[in-house]
């Protein structure tokens, strides 16, 4: 098993969605950046990487018209 290498900023932003997730509070990108300190436009581009490495699923919506923007749930690490 390979060990997967984070850019700081990529493992802040992972680190904040999984510290939302586990306190049951819904990781949108507002509160993924306030989490890890960082603006909505900083965590775009870890959230899309993060994503492409599958350590991170997008979420949409699951109620038509009470879209609030998307969800960012984390995979487990192995």
Known sequence: M???QLSDMEARVYEAVAALEARGQ?????????EA???EAEV???LRQLTERNLLHREDSPMAGLDFG???????LA
């Open 2 to 4: 390979h060990e997967v």
């Open 26 to 34: 819904v990781p949108y990108p507002d509160q993924i950046a306030e």
């Open 37 to 39: 300190g960082l603006t």
């Open 44 to 46: 775009d581009a870890p």
């Open 70 to 76: 998307p969800r960012w749930c984390a995979r487990q």
